[in-house]
């Protein structure tokens, strides 16, 4: 595709009016381009987010979509730095927005299904872990996931930005829209909850 | 430093967020306070015993698809019209270098659109199951299970040794021609090494393009065409193709 826009600039600067013309859908088509190139490798971290915090699979759609189209539009805005703080941003925004005060969802306990536990670990097998690990693997993660869908909204969000998508404090506080202190102050009780939740699955019946 | 200050600052402890002067308050603080020092195990094996992998959900195919759909589109047909047109009309352009620009513009599209094809049989190949018809890290296993399913024996190469682990081979299918699929991960990353039979075409240096957030290597070598496709970054995805080039060559 290089070549094609060599081609254009070349022939733009021989001054025929027709170059102009395709030269500013090129430019439209290349900012799409560029967009998707630097948004679409987060597709993934921003479902997690949408999916934790929207109660059934429909509604994180349309929340991603929303998202995206969103970026897109406001992508002349974005002012470089990582953008996948700016995408989670947009994306708990849209969250807002769209389902804040709907009795329907936001920020409810029960979310819809669990992650896929096969598709999300490495889809290759490791031959160390034999069956039955993996079962108790498989079986520990959705407790886990069940916990994390329990927790208050806003420590829900913390825990899911730092702990799955593996964000830092700078680039959580830039999505939450909060400063650092908050951050960790919420990160901090997050896990407590989190973590009392979590000993107490255990202790009923047994095994989490 | 009091207890209240700490069982704060130990969970940014535990994520490697504190400058060398903090950290060093909070672990001169636990050393002195068996309360926070307890606080800060039961956190650490907390953490270590969650698995955060498990814990992602991978999108959906049709969103990913759904979203592409919504974005402009890259509008190369208007493109390539305009241009040809421009040339029709345009007095300094010869008839020669008209014929030669179209010659150019449509076999980069071309390759574009194979491009596509390549990226796509990558994602689908991320599906469940679909990863390895033979899966094994010996090539001398993955090379013979090709017999009779192409017209040319795909080049399988171990590189375990220089860090891309071979997983297995694939029958695939680029351009409704059948090609070799080569797998190999790198970390948790899988990388795509397919091979497709391009008989007479001459040497061609490596391209390295980039199409949805997936990373491209290109060449042509021994009358093989091939792809390597990863989302691993553009500098590691070189890495594996100088390394496999150099591997070919011995």
Redesign the interface.
């Known amino acids: 595709?290089g070549?094609?826009e060599r081609?254009?600039f070349s022939?733009d600067k021989?001054g025929?009016p027709?170059?102009a013309?395709?030269a500013v859908?090129?430019n439209?088509?290349?900012?799409?381009?560029r967009?998707?190139?630097?948004?679409?490798?987060h597709?993934?971290?921003?479902?997690?987010l949408a999916?934790y915090l929207l109660r059934n699979t429909s509604d994180a759609?349309d929340a991603?979509?929303e998202c995206?189209?969103r970026a897109?539009r406001h992508f002349d805005s974005f002012r470089g730095g990582p953008i996948k703080p700016w995408l989670l941003a947009i994306l708990r925004n849209v969250c807002h927005a769209s389902y804040a005060g709907n009795t329907r969802l936001v920020y409810t306990a029960d979310a819809g299904s669990e992650?896929?536990?096969?598709?999300?670990?490495?889809?290759?097998?490791e031959d160390s872990e034999t069956p039955e690990q993996m079962v108790l693997?498989?079986h520990?993660?959705e407790t886990?996931?069940r916990l994390?869908g329990e927790l208050p909204a806003e420590f829900k969000e913390v825990i899911v930005l730092?702990?799955?998508n593996?964000l830092?404090?700078r680039d959580i506080a830039t999505v939450i829209a909060a400063p650092i202190g908050t951050v960790?102050?919420r990160?901090?009780r997050g896990?407590k909850m989190?973590?009392e939740a979590?000993i107490a699955a255990e202790g009923e019946g047994g095994s989490p | 430093m009091n207890c209240e200050e700490a069982s704060l600052l130990l969970h940014a402890l535990i994520d490697g967020e504190l400058d060398a002067g903090h950290a060093r308050d909070v672990e001169a603080h636990i050393a002195i306070c068996p309360n926070c020092a307890a606080q800060l195990r039961e956190f650490q094996e907390f953490r270590n015993g969650m698995t955060p992998a498990s814990l992602r959900y991978t999108a959906p195919m049709s969103l990913r698809s759904r979203i592409e759909g919504k974005l402009p589109a890259r509008a190369a047909g208007t493109n390539r019209r305009s241009v040809i047109k421009g040339f029709a009309v345009g007095a300094t352009a010869s008839a020669l270098a008209a014929s030669g620009v179209l010659v150019m513009v449509m076999r980069s599209d071309d390759e574009q659109r194979i491009l596509g094809e390549v990226v796509s049989a990558h994602l689908r190949s991320l599906q469940a199951q679909h990863l390895t018809d033979v899966q094994s890290s010996d090539q001398h296993t993955v090379k013979p299970w090709f017999n009779g399913k192409l017209d040319v024996a795909p080049p399988v190469i171990d590189l375990t040794a220089l860090g891309f682990t071979l997983l297995g081979g694939r029958l695939d299918y680029v351009d409704a021609k059948p090609v070799a699929a080569i797998v190999y991960r790198r970390r948790v990353h899988v990388i795509n090494l397919f091979c497709a039979p391009a008989p007479g075409s001459s040497k061609r240096g490596a391209a390295m393009e980039s199409l949805y957030g997936f990373n491209v290597r290109r060449w042509t070598e021994n009358g093989l065409n091939l792809w390597a496709v990863s989302d691993i970054n553009a500098d590691e995805l070189t890495e594996f193709g100088d390394k496999f080039e150099a591997a070919l060559r011995q």
């Open positions: 595709m070549g094609v081609i254009m022939a021989a025929n027709v170059m013309g395709g859908d090129g439209d088509g290349g900012k799409a381009e967009f998707k190139q630097l948004a679409l490798p597709l993934d971290a921003i479902y997690t999916r759609d991603v979509q995206y189209l897109f992650p896929d536990a096969t598709a999300a670990k490495p889809i290759w097998r693997r498989r520990e993660s886990m996931w994390i730092r702990e799955i593996d830092s404090y960790m102050s990160l901090a896990r989190l973590r979590w």
